[in-house]
């Protein structure tokens, strides 16, 4: 019997469909590019009310007068992320990244898509709030209870490119022998850490040729910037992003800034002008993530294989970069960036002008990226003479701020500053602090980032100015997961009660105050958000459920912890029901 060859590619081809519309659990990826995390997620797209509540937004989107677009999925997915966010329709969710969700649910809260499209058909209002991996997972439930086939993605290091450059801009200027960032006044450009949207698997045939643009399409609910007058984005070919095809609709320039812009760093000078320190041509969209197509919950009863070398996140991860573009600093790869910048609205000159600087110094910022949340984070910079005459650093500091995955950064409310040292040449020297969790902990913003800046201010020989280096990096504190225990053979009788056991301890040296738990499952009554008691320092929360399963075969129920002091806390158990 001949055996049929899988490939990667025949593989993704072949079970898209299982993933990408009859399964009604899986997650979304969240985090940086050094630290990624997987948050569980009911999709329910099978759940009672879901498929009306996608018709009405269609028709809501589209007007009574158009309804033969409806027929026309390029439409139809283009018009529904219009409707997933409030800017233009009142449609579902109202974005919010400021902090305060008094008069809400946290974005944070949320473990699935069911009840806020209850909540919304309800109430007839907008549901309070949302941000990108929750409209992502909103848009995912609504497309497949239509039958399109979706997919929620993950871009880490994701680009917003403000201008239409196509390039992501950053400022620095000189304050005494030290460079520092400049106000954001300087440029609207940002790295998110991670930005959520969803691929559509569609024909294109408003393309030309027919045919080349078909499979899978970028389409994104956030509302982030404007599609022809709307807060909509897409559908978007990946065969065009890859490619740098920016003109190619829609919205290409805009995602392809998003996965593969090179980021180019300005120093403003004193008399006016700038000058090009340098452009990282692969610090942007890293490790685009979905999960494995499979059918199945993200996690399953059974452990799956090399858990014990690997992560679950990691495992149950497929990492689809090489879809958006060819692989870092190859040749097809800057064909494709230079082609978008040719295309770009407004280009900054100077951007791609040949380097004439000679570096003489090499620099690492170093740190764990296994820290959790409650411990201290200790910070190494190095500074390596890589010339042939010895050098000497004037000035050299570790700055820390909090920093929002929107890219957003605080105060600087961390510095450590080290005096000037001679380095012979092939020699490094090493400048040592610790971050204590009194220093950050009062300081944080939600999801628990921060932005790391080291910088050194280098001598230079004969009449030459000194020369200032930057080093940043994103960091991301890990957070405990809820541990949920269900039956001890994970499996369970059709109407039966069954029972959840839901803990973790409190990795904080302070209390976890106005604490509440939420949950939901494709299989079983989703129970009302429950206020929970105060959590004490490094202690132990416990809580039992009782629930009665409705549904056969194989199912996830996911819990979400949430409160004051410590955000978005899940976990989840999976059971495979029986009669």
């Known amino acids: 019997m001949a055996i049929k060859k899988v490939t990667a590619l025949t593989w993704r081809r072949e079970s898209y469909w299982t993933s990408t519309c009859s399964n009604p659990s899986g997650c979304v990826y969240r985090g940086n590019a050094w630290t990624r995390g ?53 449609g579902v969710l109202v974005g919010n990244w400021s902090g305060n969700y008094a008069d809400g649910t946290a974005p944070t809260a949320w473990v699935g898509s069911v009840k806020i499209l209850r909540q919304y058909m309800s109430t007839g209002k907008p549901v309070q709030y949302g941000q990108c991996w929750v409209f992502s997972c909103v848009t995912t439930t609504l497309c497949r209870a239509l039958g399109i086939p979706c997919r929620t993605v993950t ?20 304050n005494g022998n030290a460079l520092e960032k400049a106000d954001v006044s300087w440029s609207g450009d940002s790295v998110w850490n991670f930005h959520v949207w969803n691929e559509v698997w569609l024909s294109r045939p408003d393309l030309e040729p027919r045919g080349h643009y078909d499979g899978w399409q970028v389409i994104d609910a956030t509302p982030q910037e404007t599609s022809e007058g709307v807060y909509t984005c897409g559908p978007c070919p990946l065969v065009a992003l890859k490619a740098g095809e920016c003109g190619v609709k829609f919205d290409t320039g805009f995602v392809f800034a998003e996965v593969n812009a090179d980021e180019v760093h300005w120093e403003l000078l004193p008399g006016g002008g ?21 059918g199945k919950p993200y996690k399953l009863s059974e452990a799956p294989p090399r858990y014990d070398l690997q992560p679950l996140s990691e495992i149950r991860r497929l990492d689809i970069t090489d879809l958006y573009k060819y692989p870092e600093g190859s040749e ?37 990226q296994e820290v959790l949340i409650g411990d201290n984070l200790p910070l190494e910079f190095t500074a390596t003479n890589t010339g042939s005459a010895e050098r000497e650093i004037m000035l050299a500091s570790i700055r820390v701020a909090p920093k929002a995955y929107t890219g ?21 020297v090493s400048f040592k602090t610790v971050l204590t969790v009194a220093d950050y902990l009062p300081n944080l913003m939600e999801l628990a980032g921060l932005y790391i800046e080291a910088t050194a201010t280098v001598k230079q020989l004969g009449n030459e100015p000194p020369q200032s280096r930057i080093k ?47 949950m939901e499952s494709d299989a079983f009554e989703d129970i009302k958000d429950e206020h929970v008691p105060d959590v004490p320092a490094k202690a132990v929360f416990e ?37």
């Open 38 to 90: 997987a948050k569980e997620w009911n999709f329910g797209q099978f759940e009672e009310d879901i498929l009306q509540a996608a018709l009405f937004l269609m028709r809501k989107g589209f007007k009574e007068d158009n309804s033969r677009a409806m027929a026309d999925p390029v439409k139809v997915s283009r018009v529904l992320v219009k409707m997933v966010n409030s800017q233009d329709d009142n």
């Open 155 to 174: 871009n880490f290091a994701s680009a917003h490119d403000t201008d239409g450059s196509n390039c992501i801009e950053k400022y620095f200027r000189l």
């Open 274 to 294: 700038t000058r090009r320190l340098k452009v990282d041509k692969k610090s942007i969209g890293k490790f685009i993530s979905t999960k494995i197509p499979d």
């Open 332 to 368: 097809e790869e800057r064909k494709a960036v230079l082609r978008a910048h040719q295309t770009a609205n407004h280009p900054v000159p100077g951007t791609y002008e040949t380097e004439s600087v000679v570096e003489h110094m090499e620099y690492h910022l170093r740190h764990s």
């Open 408 to 428: 957003e950064t605080g105060r600087i409310f961390f510095e450590k500053k080290f005096s000037g040292e001679k380095i012979a040449s092939g020699k490094t």
């Open 472 to 518: 940043t990096h994103d960091f991301r504190f890990r957070r405990p997961d809820l541990d949920v225990k269900g039956p001890q053979d994970g499996k369970a009788r059709l109407g039966e009660p069954m029972q959840f056991v839901v803990s973790f301890t409190n990795p904080l040296p302070q209390a976890l105050i106005n604490c509440d738990i939420s």
């Open 543 to 579: 809580k039992t459920f009782k629930l009665i399963p409705t549904r056969l075969k194989q199912h996830a129920v996911i819990f979400s912890f949430d409160c004051k002091t410590l955000k978005d806390i899940a976990g989840s158990a999976t059971v495979t029901i029986e009669k």
